[in-house]
């Protein structure tokens, strides 16, 4: 069985149960010069007698009785067929035996069928059979490229392979091709002959080719018996692929393996296949396909997440989102950099890939309608025996294949409409709809350049443009991802090692980036298109903290205001305060003349209603000054100073901000009473920045300090005053 490139080119061989090495071809896909010089040397009269020559075989027969042996031959090519096909004695029988064979074949086939059967089973030394096998194998081109004097020296070949075999009797095969030449006197060009003599008898050494070797396997198991399966791979392209993955092995610890898939979007045809780092690296787990094993996806899910959020109407590409410590229903998600930022944008968090936000937006789209969706669009996850989707999925919670995330992301170029990879023509085109085109342009740019605001901070920055790409990151450094999108490929990268041991320190933007970089450099060469938004996308400026289109009627409550992706014409606003009741705007009064606040119980001036735009509370703490003193109301007029002053007397009592406490050896754990001053309703207290509990100010905090280490406990309330104090318990 022989797997080939788009082009013909051999991609890996597998013997036949005689261990025999042969390549179909057609005869339209052999060298006219082959075929010239196969007939006119072998068989001159091919096409004219019924099989067997008789002029040949008299003049045969009077020559091997004159000399005692055989001086030319007299089997017609139908006969050299016969004999290939049913070996028979060299005896006068044997001999009778052919003649009737090729009879036999005359009548029943055609003459280009009998010449397809020569090309294809005449020997060509060692294993070899066939004019491609030897062409390939001997001179590392297709039989269809074959000049005047590699034309001769396969046509002489078979008359005695193991004698004339360029590789090992590089003489003697050079005197039997010029016997050929100068026997197509009158048939090709002087010129073409005399040329033809000059070249050597070269032959490059026999190894059979081995492109894509776990692609092949998987076909073969597929193949149900053909001869021959045509595939899409690029043979140039896979070959790049594999130097760029072998140049990084020196890098990489010793049972790591790697895997790379690439796929032209336009027709879903996969170009480059490998399924692991090192085909003859048993330790590098040589024979394990990486491209169909089952892996957490880490982050890689993120861009169908908020695809999915625009899609919904939760979401614009400038929605704030809070990165900061927070708890859902128990789940406590970290930064992979352990480190939060505050208010960020959809945009932000996804190209800064962080995991908080990520997991409040699944919080709102749900964890089974995610993986519903997903799973509508082609990609299928797999949870652990009697697992349900939950909010971890998102961070890589799942497991899925590097097959199904490419096929999945090249939504991204494809108007939203995902596919599964095709390996063979036989491949039916599996289309699905992932996304809506507007939700699938807009992640694409925010992947690709940040979206608006990227493009205006960081312009002509990172990596080439025209390629959005993703990195993920399983837990334990277990699987290093990075895909990425252009015009006109999807290229997914996996590294790790095939048995789950952790690798420390790898990750995908330092390990699997770089290497998806250097294969679109060396397989994408095309300038990026010029992408025009669909007709349900356009920008829009809109206003933190309420997240809704920018109004100047409303100019006091736009405290930032940012270009937005929108699509459908919808803004959706800020997601609800997860900690605090009431709406995201409300009313207070103020002295018409000093702006500061009051009541009419205790102010005799004039007054007026203004509107304030309220923050979500996890977020006030995280607020610059400026942005405070925009989002806070004013200080209380003199007269209404019995009225607890809601941005300035928050104090935590009981402890001070630097103290140490000490867990003498084999003593309880240490507990701490807290206390806060200057607000009679409900507080919220954090400890390190997580939420821990939310009652009244007077019930005060306990506090048990289990683990050394430092904490900082925070007590925040409905105006997002607040106050900290940091201790250390040793």
């Not at 009541?599 to 006030?620: F, M, N, Q, T």
Request: hydrophobic residues 40%.
């Amino acid at each position: 069985m022989l797997i080939v490139a788009r082009d013909g080119t051999p991609l890996r061989a597998f013997p036949d149960r005689n261990h025999i090495w042969r390549h179909p071809v057609r005869l339209d896909e052999v060298s006219p010069l082959y075929l010239q010089a196969l007939v006119g040397y072998e068989d001159r009269y091919f096409r004219w007698h019924p099989g067997v020559n008789p002029v040949a075989l008299v003049r045969a027969a009077g020559q091997w009785a004159s000399n005692g042996h055989i001086v030319s031959g007299g089997s017609t090519l139908t006969m050299q067929v016969a004999r290939v096909l049913e070996p028979t004695p060299h005896t006068v029988a044997g001999k009778l035996r052919q003649l009737l064979r090729a009879l036999q074949l005359e009548a029943r086939l055609s003459k280009d069928e009998i010449l397809g059967l020569y090309i294809n089973y005449a020997p060509m030394g060692g294993v070899l059979e066939g004019v491609e096998a030897a062409s390939r194998a001997y001179l590392g081109k297709p039989a269809r490229r074959l000049s005047h004097a590699e034309a001769a020296l396969l046509v002489v070949l078979p008359q005695a392979p193991s004698l004339l075999r360029p590789d090992r009797h590089a003489t003697e095969a050079r005197a039997a091709r010029d016997k050929v030449l100068r026997r197509m006197d009158g048939r090709w060009s002087p010129t073409d002959i005399a040329d033809a003599l000059q070249e050597p008898a070269y032959a490059q050494t026999l190894r059979p080719p081995l492109l894509a070797p776990l692609l092949a396997e998987r076909l073969k198991r597929l193949a149900a018996g053909q001869a021959r399966i045509d595939t899409f791979i690029d043979a140039q392209a896979q070959q790049n692929v594999e130097l760029l993955m072998a140049d990084r092995l020196g890098a990489l610890p010793v049972r790591v393996s790697m895997a790379v898939l690439v796929v032209d979007n336009a027709t879903l045809e996969v170009r480059a296949y490998a399924g692991s780092a090192d085909f003859a690296d048993k330790e590098r787990f040589s024979h394990v396909d990486m491209v169909r094993a089952i892996r957490s996806p880490g982050s890689t899910l993120k861009p169908f997440l908020y695809g999915f959020a625009l899609d919904e109407g939760l979401i614009h590409s400038e929605s704030l989102l809070a990165d900061v410590p927070q708890s859902f229903s128990g789940y406590q998600p970290g930064n992979f950099q352990q480190s939060f930022h505050g208010p960020v944008s959809v945009s932000e968090a996804l190209t800064k890939s962080l995991n908080v936000p990520a997991v409040e937006v699944l919080e709102r789209l749900d964890p089974v309608r995610f993986v519903s969706l997903l799973r509508r669009g082609g990609l299928r996850l797999d949870f652990p025996k009697g697992g349900e989707p939950n909010l971890a999925v998102i961070l890589g919670g799942a497991g899925t294949s590097l097959e199904q995330l490419v096929g999945a992301y090249t939504a991204f170029a494809r108007q939203g409409v995902a596919g599964k990879p095709r390996y063979t023509p036989a491949d039916p085109l599996e289309e699905q709809r992932m996304l809506s085109a507007g939700a699938a342009f807009i992640v694409r740019d925010l992947l690709e350049s940040g979206g608006p605001v990227g493009r205006a901070v960081e312009s002509g920055a990172g990596i080439r443009r025209g390629i959005a790409w993703k990195t993920g990151t399983s837990f334990g450094f277990r699987d290093a991802w990075s895909i990425g999108v252009s015009d006109r490929l999807t290229i997914g990268v996996w590294i790790g090692r095939p048995d789950g041991t952790p690798n420390p320190g790898f990750f995908g933007a330092n390990i699997a980036a770089p290497l998806m970089v250097d294969l679109f450099n060396a397989l994408d060469s095309n300038a990026p298109t010029h992408r025009v938004p669909p007709p349900t996308v356009r920008q829009e400026r809109i206003c933190w903290p309420l997240g809704s289109r920018a109004d100047p009627a409303d100019a006091p409550l736009c405290h930032q205001a940012r270009l937005a992706w929108i699509l459908n014409d919808a803004t959706p606003p800020t997601f609800p305060d997860r900690l605090r009741d009431g709406q995201a705007r409300y009313e207070i009064q103020v002295d018409a003349k000093t702006g500061r606040r009051a009541r009419a119980d205790c102010h005799s001036g004039a007054l007026k209603a203004i509107e304030i735009a309220r923050w979500p509370a996890v977020l006030e703490p995280w607020l610059g000054e400026e942005l405070r003193q925009r989002a806070f109301p004013p200080e209380w007029a003199a007269d209404c100073s019995q009225y607890a002053r809601p941005d300035g007397g928050l104090k935590i009592v009981g402890a001070a901000d630097g103290d140490i406490l000490r867990r003498p050896t084999g003593a309880d754990a240490p507990r701490l009473h807290l206390e806060v001053r200057g607000q009679g309703g409900e507080v919220v207290w954090l400890v390190n920045g997580r939420p821990s509990t939310r009652r009244a100010a007077s019930a005060g905090f306990d506090q048990r300090f289990v683990q050394p280490g430092r904490y900082d406990i925070t007590v925040l309330d409905d105006f997002g005053h607040y106050d900290r104090v940091s201790l250390s318990v040793r």
